[in-house]
């Protein structure tokens, strides 16, 4: 039996203007941007249509931008005839996978998603922390990397394993230094590439943030999930909603276990998965896992309209 997944992208694939002609196209769509408005109390989607890019690109922006659009999206999908076996999101994106699944509304996981991007911004002084992608690097031999580089007094850590040959640090702007100058000699990595990022996200540094998401989600009314959900922090299905709630919190401070939930998925069954959001970011990293799956990517309208389900 073939098998579905949707899955949606997290931070790094807003675009300004991403979402605009689902929501002159659908009602349904244009109400996921209503409700956003309306549940922030100012017009986000006048940023995430005329920008400017700089305000877009704010974490606290960026967060509710790309939660809105994926879930406009899904709603523009509704009725198509496609139905998932299994949702997951990368980083920010397992949000927007929760309210596939039934788990949150839309408005709570908005609002949570505008105050998860307030607490990871808060988390660290600007210029502290810091990213980088580190290309063609053995996994085993970067950890060890990052865990020398910890114990000399600097934090460097596994933030986003994302596919074969592609994984990103996180932690002090030091540590995260150290595996750029490092990182050749002692992984193998062919590149390290500095992110433009305002915190080391999915590091230890951020456990102050995650304290913060644990208060506001204490509040939330979470359900059992009615699909599905693989977790960034397990790479395995989690359904009941206390689970969840603890696994949100985690996930700020651990790393995103794309290729592990990618490759649980293609082991469960999965040979489609319809990645639902801004960009193709998910798509280009699935398909560096496994090319033998199919791969679509549900962007606009014109995505949408070329969609053919088997």
């Given amino acids: 039996m073939s098998k579905t997944a949707f899955v949606f992208p997290g931070q790094g694939?807003?675009?300004?203007?991403?979402?605009?002609?689902?929501?002159?196209?659908?009602?349904?769509?244009?109400?996921?941007?209503?409700?956003?408005?309306?549940?922030?109390?100012?017009?986000?989607?006048?940023?995430?249509?005329?920008?400017?890019?700089?305000?877009?690109?704010?974490?606290?922006?960026?967060?509710?931008?790309?939660?809105?659009?994926?879930?406009?999206?899904?709603?523009?999908?509704?009725?198509?005839?496609?139905?998932?076996?299994?949702?997951?999101?990368?980083?920010?994106?397992?949000?927007?996978?929760?309210?596939?699944?039934?788990?949150?509304?839309?408005?709570?996981?908005?609002?949570?998603?505008?105050?998860?991007?307030?607490?990871?911004?808060?988390?660290?002084?600007?210029?502290?922390?810091?990213?980088?992608?580190?290309?063609?690097?053995?996994?085993?031999?970067l950890a060890a990397l990052c865990a020398k580089i910890t114990s000399d007094g600097n934090v460097a850590e596994l933030a986003n394993v994302n596919c074969p040959g592609q994984i990103v640090v996180s932690g002090t702007a030091a540590g995260v230094q150290a595996v750029v100058e490092r990182g050749k000699e002692e992984a193998g990595a062919k590149r390290v590439i500095p992110l433009e990022v305002s915190g080391p996200f999915h590091s230890s540094l951020m456990k102050p943030a995650a304290d913060k998401l644990e208060a506001a989600l204490a509040g939330l009314k979470l359900l059992d999930a009615s699909v599905s959900v693989v977790a960034n922090v397990t790479a395995s299905v989690v359904t009941a909603a206390d689970e969840i709630r603890g696994l949100l919190v985690e996930q700020v401070y651990s790393p995103v276990l794309w290729e592990d939930s990618i490759r649980y998925l293609i082991g469960q069954g999965v040979d489609t998965f319809v990645e639902i959001g801004s960009g193709t970011v998910l798509a280009g990293l699935i398909k560096k896992i496994d090319k033998n799956v199919r791969v679509i990517s549900v962007n606009s309208i014109s995505a949408l309209d070329a969609l053919q389900v088997n």
């Avoid at 989607?45 to 005329?50: G, H, K, P, V």
């Avoid at 877009?56 to 139905?83: C, D, F, H, M, Y």
């Avoid at 596939?100 to 998603?113: C, K, M, N, Q």
């Fill in 13 to 141: 694939a807003q675009a300004v203007g991403m979402g605009k002609d689902v929501y002159d196209a659908f009602d349904r769509s244009r109400t996921i941007f209503e409700q956003a408005d309306q549940a922030l109390g100012f017009s986000l989607s006048t940023i995430i249509f005329e920008g400017p890019e700089h305000a877009l690109k704010q974490t606290a922006n960026t967060q509710p931008a790309l939660l809105t659009v994926s879930i406009a999206l899904l709603e523009a999908l509704e009725g198509r005839g496609l139905k998932p076996d299994f949702v997951a999101g990368h980083s920010l994106g397992e949000y927007s996978a929760l309210v596939a699944a039934g788990v949150l509304s839309f408005e709570d996981a908005v609002r949570t998603v505008r105050a998860r991007g307030q607490f990871m911004e808060q988390a660290v002084p600007s210029g502290q922390g810091a990213m980088a992608a580190v290309l063609g690097a053995e996994r085993e031999a």
